[in-house]
């Protein structure tokens, strides 16, 4: 398998555009996490989806973030408009349920700048 | 509300030598998974070991293991025979299910570790 897949893996935008992050899980993994990870906040836990249904979203910042999760295999995560305090790396990460291990795999990230 | 916290925001060790990473949290649960996770330059974000609450033996993976006191809630990384690619950003994370069956994961602010030749 090829693992969690972002894209991109670098964005640069400018301030009141809109952005959007996507991530493909690792096949048949049923969960699938979004974090933000900044130098003053650590890694912090946005929304996470149970069959590509939300179950807590508690960690999205502001209505101008949104996560969506149409089928098994893709999820995105989507803000408008940027501002410069997004900039941050967001990871995406996958878990399969049912296990001992409560693993995440973690995608490479995507590193968002908006200027 | 849970909190963990990683009091050594940097560390570095020689090369073969054994460092041990803290972590402590704060949780009234009973059952609860912790985890240390290590993240290289590369960014990828990898497990390196895993202790569930419940049991008593201290996880081991290699040259990793982890010193699990319960009562302390504490939970440290013991890397033995430190290599260079050990070089990275280790986090910590507590991981509890609530009762209506959702997950709740904790991570730390992590440490930067640098192994020096």
């Known amino acids: 398998d090829a693992g969690v897949i972002q894209s991109p893996r670098h964005e640069v935008t400018e301030m009141g555009q809109e952005v959007t992050l996507r991530c493909k899980p690792i096949s048949g993994h049923d969960y699938l996490f979004w974090y933000r990870q900044t130098m003053m906040r650590g890694l912090e836990l946005l929304i996470y989806f149970n069959n590509n249904v939300p179950i807590d979203d508690s960690g999205m910042p502001e209505d101008r973030f949104s996560a969506k999760m149409p089928n098994a295999s893709f999820s995105t995560l989507k803000i408008q408009p940027s501002e410069p305090r997004d900039s941050a790396v967001y990871f995406c990460?996958?878990?399969?349920?049912?296990?001992?291990?409560?693993?995440?795999?973690f995608g490479p990230g995507t590193r968002l700048t908006v200027t | 509300a849970q909190t963990v916290t990683q009091s050594q925001p940097e560390m570095s060790v020689q090369e073969a030598e054994t460092v041990t990473l803290s972590c402590t949290y704060d949780?009234?649960?009973?059952?609860?998974?912790l985890f240390w996770y290590k993240q290289p330059p590369s960014r990828q974000m990898i497990l390196v070991i895993r202790q569930e609450a419940y049991k008593q033996q201290n996880a081991t993976e290699n040259r990793f293991s982890v010193n699990f006191q319960k009562a302390a809630k504490s939970f440290s990384l013991k890397i033995s025979d430190s290599q260079l690619g050990d070089t990275a950003m280790y986090f910590c994370a507590f991981m509890r299910i609530t009762t209506s069956g959702t997950y709740k994961y904790i991570f730390g602010t992590g440490t930067r570790l640098k192994v020096l030749a």
């Open positions: 990460a996958s878990s399969l349920d049912g296990g001992l291990s409560y693993e995440q795999y």
């Open positions: 949780t009234s649960e009973n059952n609860y998974y």
